[in-house]
């Protein structure tokens, strides 16, 4: 086969391949071991580190304003290489952290250039904490502005809120632990326990925050380099500011009502016997039914769940029959009811914000309506009757004291 | 050449001064009183047959010179089955190099030739760079006729054509092409044979001289014509209707034409059930893959895109990374060409050191390489599945295809990044599409898209459903079946 090229072939090659090379593809080569990957971010109120201090008395400053500071959780390959291969506790820590204060989050992370030989990416960002007094002033909105806008970052990058420092929660008293994975691998521990939200990342947050709704962030606290996740913090829609927190049975009352639960531990006390009694909650759907006469909304929120008793401190129950489960399922029914009110009244008629999701439903079922209340919605919201029932089937109780 | 047998042989003298290994051996022909003589090459004459048949038949004859008469010689004393006449001393000089023996004989003008070439062949075993589990243990070896016979005795069949052409203009190979009559289309079996026609060449070493005088495209890094030394799979292709080339002096018969995907088959997988056939092509597929794709992606992760890699996975990479003091590229290519200077070293060793030179390169340099800092254990994984790859595809001349071409990915890597490793795919993938071999779409049944030929391409259905032979062949007898 003879291929013939004459020039206006040659010229064709020439151009169609030059114009692929200055398409638009990755030109920023940098091995991988020349960055710093942080995994962590977290936002605190202005307080300069010691060291910052110090570094800005010797430095020539262009006097930023002090409106917040950053901490970047770096991981740090010399003690996690040497992590990897002994088994016992590294000399070193895992991770590095590192705050700047100033005015602007991406002029403070590219700031740590100037005190770092390795430039810190954000691809691998797993999680940003912020204090709960710092979006109490701060909207999310400004916040999370730059880690939103960064292509680098993933959207799914968990945010959460803490009510102590924020960058206390990114410390660890061991040295083989990264604070920032600590904390994803503790929100994968949500079928084991009720106490722990839905994780609320990036782009979940962004569909709020443009739909100016309400939401929640799992609230985290710190003390001596240990971590515990602890009720959440409520952001209102409008202002997308931090509102208040919610407790952990209020926290509780909340995921029941919007039947996220994916599996605990209800404990209650045994109406009959009067000791304590656990319900392991395996699955578990509440659908929000909406009723409208006229202007005036109710919603009817009807909760099911099913599961099984894993612990009973009665000693003498007596069999285990019908009576017996109807019974603990209506202790536990009633414990539901209480744990959903106190939810619902928090965020209904003190915080005053839908994190729920009601406005959804009522969208979905009433757009015409929806369109009308939408601008004002956490107020009206306040104002709408709401009704609860919940169902619940107990189907297996364990292989004690079996009939 | 006249009749007289003194002149004849000082005439043969003369000519063949320059050959030393040309015996000429006079005698009596028994007691009649007439003379002849023997002319035969040293070695390549079967002395035993002319001890036996030729010398001592002609020694002990008893008749009387008038009776002794070319048609008496040839009918009553030489008990041979291949004989003819030659005319001329240089009719039968070229006869005699390759093994014949000329007969002249005082009073006759024409010399007997007698076919006495005895070639020493290797005994048939099992091919060396095509082992299989499953599957006759037969391969060919250097004799052309014990590589016919192979074909023939696979079962009978009429329609099985040789096709006999010779090659090279110096040393003359005998070359035959064979094919199917009632299955391969005449148009292919007339295109091989205009283009072996066409070897203007004085001398064909081995038939990849043959593959490579004959293929569509010499720039493209990929064979157009598969070599192998299985019957097994000549026949298979024969079959559907392709058309095979036997050399003479090599056990690698040609088949043509081959597309891509022929070069990830091996005979196993019709031989195995076609479950496990069609998982090991698969795999093979796979492994074709990695062995192109692996050190480039490497290089683009690490360079370019450490967003891409899994977090955890990324700072062990880092750990491991960080005392190393080159760029991927020049890590990767540190090791890929390590690998392959271990691979050709272990080729030419004697068999003995083969195995202990793949121990030492691949354990101990690899090991070394990572406690000096110089390459990072990621990369000696990288490194090691790479080379495992490039061995599973069965086809030796396809795997080197790919060795070679792992190399400009990775510069392609190194000087863009994923977008770099993508238009070399890309650009690959047209050159593969535009190829053809013998009229036929490298990259069929994928290109130009074939359905009923897909049957035999990454999957290998089960037998009762490949019903047709390769439609993208365009043979004369789709059906492989009765009815």
Same mark, same amino acid.
């Given at each position: 086969?003879?291929?013939?090229f ?13 114009s692929?090379l200055i ?5 920023s ?9 942080y995994? +962590? ?19 020539v ?17 010399q ?7 002994s088994? @016992? ?20 992370i590219?700031?740590?250039s ?24 701060k909207s ?9 806008r ?9 945010v ?11 410390e ?18 949500r079928?084991?326990t009720l106490?722990?939200m ?18 929640m962030?799992q609230n985290?606290v ?6 515990k996740?602890? @009720?959440?913090?409520?952001?209102? +829609?409008k202002?997308?500011?931090f509102?208040g ?6 926290l509780l009352g909340?995921?029941l ?9 209800i ?9 304590m009694?656990?319900y ?7 659908e929000?039914y909406t009723s409208?006469? @006229?202007d005036?909304?109710s919603?009817?929120v ?19 029959d ?6 603990v399922?209506?202790s536990?029914?009633?414990e539901?009811?209480?744990l ?5 009244d ?12 009601? @406005?959804t439903?009522?969208?979905?079922e ?12 956490d107020?009206?919201?306040s ?7 919940v ?7 364990g ?5 | ?6 002149e004849?042989l000082s ?5 063949t001064?320059?050959? &030393?290994d040309v ?9 009649s009183?007439k ?10 004459a079967?002395?035993?047959l ?7 038949a ?10 002794i008469?070319?048609n ?9 089955s291949?004989l ?8 039968f000089?070229p ?18 030739? *007698?076919g =006495?070439?005895?070639?020493k ?6 091919p060396? &760079? ?8 037969a ?10 016979? $192979?074909l ?8 099985l ?9 110096r040393?003359?190979k005998?070359l035959?092409i064979a ?6 289309d005449?148009d292919?079996?007339?295109?091989v044979?205009?283009?072996v026609l066409?070897?203007?060449i004085?001398?064909v070493?081995? &038939?990849?001289?043959?593959?490579q ?14 070599? =192998?030394?299985?019957p097994?799979?000549?026949i ?13 002096g090599?056990p690698?018969?040609l088949i043509a034409?081959?597309?891509?995907s022929?070069?990830?088959?091996s ?5 195995e059930?076609?479950m496990?056939?069609?998982l ?5 597929f796979?492994a074709?893959?990695?062995s ?5 992606m490497?290089v683009s ?11 955890? $996975?990324?700072?062990? *990479?880092?750990?491991?990374?960080v ?9 990767? $290519? ?18 003995p050191?083969g ?8 354990l ?6 990572v406690?000096?800092? *110089? ?5 000696v994984?990288?490194v090691?599945?790479?080379? *495992? ?5 069965p086809q030796y001349?396809?795997?080197i295809s790919?060795?070679?071409?792992r ?11 994923m977008y770099?490793?993508i238009?070399?795919?890309?650009m690959?993938?047209a ?6 071999s013998?009229?036929v779409?490298?990259?069929?049944p994928a ?5 009923s ?5 990454f999957?290998?259905?089960p037998m009762f459903?490949m019903k047709q032979r390769?439609?993208m062949?365009? =043979? ?5 079946k009765?009815n």
């Amino acid at each position: 086969m003879k291929i013939t090229f004459n020039r206006t072939k040659y010229l064709l090659i020439g151009l169609c391949t030059c114009s692929l090379l200055i398409q638009t593809g990755c030109w920023s080569k940098d091995e991988i071991e020349e960055l710093s990957i942080y995994v +962590g971010v977290a936002l605190d109120q202005a307080k300069e580190t010691k060291l910052e201090a110090k570094l800005g008395k010797l430095a020539v400053n262009a006097n930023d304003r002090k409106l917040l500071s950053v901490t970047l959780q770096i991981v740090n390959k010399q003690s996690e290489e040497k992590g990897g291969n002994s088994a @016992g506790d590294p000399a070193t820590k895992a991770y590095l952290n590192v705050s700047e204060t100033g005015d602007s989050i991406i002029d403070m992370i590219r700031q740590l250039s100037t005190r770092m030989e390795r430039p810190a990416i954000g691809h691998h960002l797993k999680v940003i904490v912020i204090n709960e007094q710092l979006a109490r002033h701060k909207s999310m909105y400004q916040l999370l502005d730059f880690f939103l806008r960064d292509n680098d970052i993933r959207p799914n990058c968990v945010v959460m809120m803490s009510s102590g420092l924020a960058k206390h929660t990114l410390e660890a008293k061991g040295n083989s632990i990264v604070p920032a994975f600590r904390l994803m691998g503790m929100l994968e521990n949500r079928y084991r326990t009720l106490k722990i939200m839905p994780r609320m990342t990036l782009y979940k947050l962004e569909k709020h925050m443009h739909a100016e709704s309400s939401y929640m962030l799992q609230n985290v606290v710190a003390a001596e380099g240990e971590v515990k996740l602890s @009720g959440a913090a409520v952001i209102k +829609g409008k202002t997308q500011k931090f509102r208040g927190l919610l407790n952990e049975e209020e926290l509780l009352g909340v995921i029941l009502l919007s039947g996220e639960a994916e599996g605990g531990i209800i404990k209650c006390v045994n109406e009959k016997t009067n000791e304590m009694i656990a319900y392991e909650l395996k699955a578990m759907n509440s659908e929000i039914y909406t009723s409208v006469d @006229g202007d005036n909304v109710s919603f009817d929120v009807k909760m099911k769940s099913e599961g099984r008793i894993i612990e009973d401190w009665s000693e003498n129950s007596g069999p285990i029959d019908d009576a017996y489960r109807a019974g603990v399922e209506q202790s536990v029914e009633r414990e539901i009811m209480r744990l959903a009110k106190q939810g619902l009244d928090k965020i209904q008629k003190e915080y005053k914000a839908d994190v729920v999701g009601f @406005g959804t439903r009522l969208s979905i079922e009433q757009p015409k309506l929806w369109q009308k209340v939408k601008k004002n919605w956490d107020q009206a919201f306040s104002r709408i009757p709401i009704t609860y029932s919940v169902e619940l089937t107990i189907t297996e109780t364990g292989t004690e004291k079996s009939q | 050449m006249n009749d007289n047998l003194l002149e004849n042989l000082s005439l043969i003298q003369e000519k063949t001064k320059y050959y &030393s290994d040309v015996v000429v051996r006079p005698f009596a022909l028994g007691d009649s009183g007439k003379a002849g003589a023997i002319i035969f090459v040293n070695g390549l004459a079967d002395r035993e047959l002319i001890d036996q048949h030729i010398l001592k038949a002609l020694m002990s004859i008893h008749v009387d010179q008038a009776s002794i008469t070319k048609n008496y010689i040839k009918n009553q004393v030489l008990s041979v089955s291949q004989l003819t006449e030659a005319s001329s001393i240089d009719e039968f000089i070229p006869k005699v190099l390759l093994g014949s023996t000329a007969l002249v004989i005082d009073g006759f003008s024409e010399a007997l030739v *007698i076919g =006495t070439a005895k070639v020493k062949s290797r005994n048939i075993e099992e091919p060396i &760079s095509e082992a299989l589990v499953r599957g006759p243990r037969a391969g060919f070896n250097e004799t052309l006729s014990d590589n016919t016979a $192979l074909l023939r005795r696979h079962g009978e069949n009429a329609s099985l054509a040789f096709m006999s052409i010779q090659v090279g203009e110096r040393a003359k190979k005998d070359l035959i092409i064979a094919y199917i009559m009632d299955i391969a289309d005449p148009d292919l079996v007339e295109e091989v044979r205009r283009r072996v026609l066409k070897i203007d060449i004085d001398n064909v070493m081995e &038939s990849g001289y043959v593959e490579q005088l004959i293929e569509d495209n010499y720039l493209s890094p990929f064979p157009q014509v598969q070599s =192998t030394e299985r019957p097994d799979r000549v026949i298979a292709a024969l079959m559907e209707g392709r058309v095979a080339i036997l050399l003479d002096g090599t056990p690698f018969a040609l088949i043509a034409p081959v597309t891509f995907s022929m070069l990830l088959q091996s005979p196993e997988d019709y031989y195995e059930r076609w479950m496990a056939g069609t998982l090991l092509r698969l795999l093979r597929f796979f492994a074709a893959l990695i062995s192109l794709l692996t050190p480039a992606m490497y290089v683009s992760f690490i360079s370019f895109h450490p967003g891409l890699i899994p977090t955890k $996975l990324a700072i062990s *990479i880092v750990g491991a990374r960080v005392g190393v003091p080159f760029t991927s590229l020049v890590e990767a $290519l540190i090791m890929e060409v390590a690998i392959e200077i271990l691979r050709e070293a272990g080729l030419r060793l004697p068999k003995p050191i083969g195995p202990a030179m793949g121990i030492v390169g691949g354990l101990i340099i690899g090991e070394a390489a990572v406690q000096a800092g *110089i390459v990072s254990p990621i990369l000696v994984i990288v490194v090691a599945i790479t080379a *495992i790859s490039s061995f599973a595809i069965p086809q030796y001349s396809a795997g080197i295809s790919l060795r070679m071409l792992r190399f400009v990915p990775m510069f392609c890597a190194a000087a863009f990044g994923m977008y770099g490793v993508i238009l070399f795919f890309l650009m690959l993938c047209a050159h593969v599409v535009k190829l053809k071999s013998f009229g036929v779409p490298y990259a069929s049944p994928a290109v130009p898209y074939r359905l009923s030929d897909w049957k035999d391409f990454f999957f290998r259905m089960p037998m009762f459903m490949m019903k047709q032979r390769p439609e993208m062949l365009h =043979t004369k007898n789709q059906k492989r079946k009765r009815n």
